[in-house]
C-alpha cells in the first residue's frame, strides 16, 4: 500500500519554476548500486539541506521502502520546512518503517496489552496526528508499487 501524510503549511510557498527540482538521497548504508544520481547523505542531512524553514519552495519528501523497525517520519515531520510527505512501501503491519510511529498501527502501541483505553483514546495519540499530519492510504496505487527486489 501506498499512503500520504498530508498537513496544510503554516507558511507561504511559492514554486520558483513550474518544473519540480527532484533530489535523490541516501545514506548508503545498504551498498546499493544506484541507477541515477544520488547524493549520498543521511535523512537528518537532507532535510537540513533541503527543507529549510526559511525557504520559499514547497517541500515534498517521497520516502521510498523505509527500512523495517526504523522511523525517519518523525524527524520529516519535525522539519518545519516540509509541507508534505509521501510513504511508499507496505504500512501497518509490512516491512516498511516503524509500525507505531510511522503508520500509527494501535496494535503496536508500547506496551498496548497494559492499557486499558480504547481504540479511539489511543487514535489521538498516532504520532503523525499529535504532529498534525493526516494519513490517506492510495489503495489503488498499492497495485503499482515494487521493490528493488521485483
Same mark, same amino acid.
Given at each position: 500500500?501506498?499512503?500520504?501524510?498530508?498537513?496544510?503549511?503554516?507558511?507561504?510557498?511559492?514554486?520558483?519554476?513550474?518544473?519540480?527540482?527532484?533530489?535523490?538521497?541516501?545514506?548508503?548504508?545498504?551498498?546499493?548500486?544506484?541507477?541515477?544520481?544520488?547524493?549520498?547523505?543521511?535523512?537528518?542531512?537532507?532535510?537540513?539541506?533541503?527543507?529549510? +524553514? %526559511?525557504?520559499?519552495?514547497?517541500?515534498? &519528501? @517521497?520516502?521510498?521502502?523505509? *527500512?523495517?523497525?526504523? #522511523?525517519?517520519?518523525?524527524?520529516?515531520?519535525?522539519?518545519?520546512?516540509?509541507?508534505?510527505?509521501?510513504?511508499?512501501?507496505?504500512?501497518?503491519?509490512?516491512?516498511?518503517?516503524?509500525?507505531?510511529?510511522?503508520?500509527?498501527?494501535?496494535?503496536?502501541?508500547?506496551?498496548? +496489552? %497494559?492499557?486499558?483505553?480504547?481504540?479511539? &483514546? @489511543?487514535?489521538?495519540?498516532? *504520532?503523525?496526528?499529535? #504532529?498534525?499530519?493526516?494519513?490517506?492510504?492510495?489503495?489503488?496505487?498499492?497495485?503499482?508499487?515494487?521493490?528493488?527486489?521485483?
Amino acid at each position: 500500500r501506498m499512503a500520504v501524510k498530508k498537513h496544510v503549511p503554516n507558511k507561504e510557498s511559492s514554486i520558483a519554476s513550474p518544473i519540480p527540482r527532484v533530489i535523490a538521497t541516501d545514506d548508503g548504508s545498504w551498498n546499493i548500486t544506484p541507477k541515477a544520481p544520488v547524493e549520498k547523505i543521511t535523512v537528518k542531512d537532507a532535510l537540513a539541506k533541503y527543507a529549510r +524553514e %526559511d525557504s520559499h519552495n514547497q517541500v515534498l &519528501v @517521497l520516502c521510498s521502502w523505509m *527500512p523495517m523497525g526504523e #522511523d525517519w517520519t518523525s524527524e520529516i515531520r519535525a522539519s518545519k520546512g516540509v509541507d508534505e510527505y509521501i510513504l511508499i512501501g507496505e504500512c501497518d503491519d509490512g516491512n516498511c518503517g516503524d509500525n507505531w510511529r510511522t503508520w500509527g498501527n494501535i496494535d503496536f502501541f508500547p506496551d498496548y +496489552e %497494559d492499557h486499558n483505553v480504547d481504540n479511539t &483514546v @489511543l487514535r489521538k495519540d498516532i *504520532p503523525y496526528v499529535v #504532529d498534525g499530519f493526516k494519513r490517506k492510504d492510495l489503495n489503488t496505487l498499492s497495485k503499482l508499487q515494487f521493490s528493488r527486489f521485483d
